[in-house]
């Protein structure tokens, strides 16, 4: 069971928009920022949002992150094919003095 | 270039002991913690732990603390992962990463190694 909660699955069609919801508590999403990491099938994680919605440079501005009190989601707009992949949230948590992810969603673009 | 490059895949068995590495370069590697992350066959992320190369203070998951040991040698920019007796569970892609602190509530990881996949089986 993962520290923050994830939708294990979401969908869309190409050109939806969807978004992914991450839900802690007051001790990782309350007092930290977010990141999201975008895994594509067969590779490493890579960083997609820091700092609750900071885009990496070279990360497409149809990628967007919020934060609000314990909770933090991820839209993706425009959606295209090679979206496909898995989605995970993470923040550093003051119980565990460590980071914190969670169980991840597998975009799947119908 | 920013670049974390993880050591080859492994095939050990029960018992056995292992030490995979991650070198960095094209940044000052003494600047920037080190963390490792698992990912178990068909499975999430989990933070193992984290490690400074500038004094080698080090932080374990609870999951992990006990179970693998974390360390760097700073004259060859590289951070290590080892276990002293592997199980069959530790089989898992194993990633190393590196850690930006924006600031006291704002950390990430930046830059990730290509991963290493650890194959325990008798």
């Known amino acids: 069971q993962s520290v923050l909660t994830q939708p294990p699955s979401a969908s869309g069609t190409p050109g939806q928009r969807v978004t992914v919801s991450c839900s802690g508590s007051?001790?990782?999403?309350?007092?930290?920022?977010v990141n999201w990491y975008q895994q594509l099938p067969g590779t490493a994680p890579k960083l997609l949002i820091y700092s609750n919605n900071q885009r990496p440079s070279g990360v497409p501005d149809r990628f967007s992150g919020s934060k609000s009190g314990t909770s933090a989601s991820l839209a993706i707009s425009g959606l295209q094919s090679e979206d496909e992949a898995d989605y995970y949230c993470?923040?550093?948590?003051?119980?565990?003095?460590?980071?914190?992810f969670g169980g991840g969603t597998k975009l799947t673009v119908l | 270039e920013v670049q974390l490059v993880q050591s080859g895949a492994e095939v050990k068995k029960p018992g056995e002991s292992l030490k995979i590495s991650c070198k960095g370069s094209g940044y000052s590697f003494t600047s920037y913690w080190i963390g490792w992350v698992r990912q178990m066959p068909g499975k999430g992320l989990e933070w193992m732990g984290i490690?400074?190369?500038?004094?080698?203070?080090?932080r374990y998951s609870p999951s992990f603390r006990g179970q693998v040991t974390i360390s760097a040698d700073k004259s060859i920019s590289t951070a290590y992962l080892q276990w002293s007796s592997l199980k069959a569970s530790d089989t898992a892609m194993y990633y190393c990463?590196?850690?930006?602190?924006?600031?006291?509530?704002?950390?990430?990881?930046?830059?990730w190694g290509q991963g290493t996949l650890v194959t325990v089986s008798s």
């Open positions: 990463a590196r850690r930006v602190v924006v600031t006291a509530t704002a950390y990430y990881f930046d830059y």
């Open positions: 993470a923040a550093w948590d003051d119980s565990l003095n460590g980071l914190v």
């Open positions: 007051r001790s990782n999403i309350g007092s930290y920022t």
């Open positions: 490690l400074y190369p500038g004094d080698s203070d080090t």
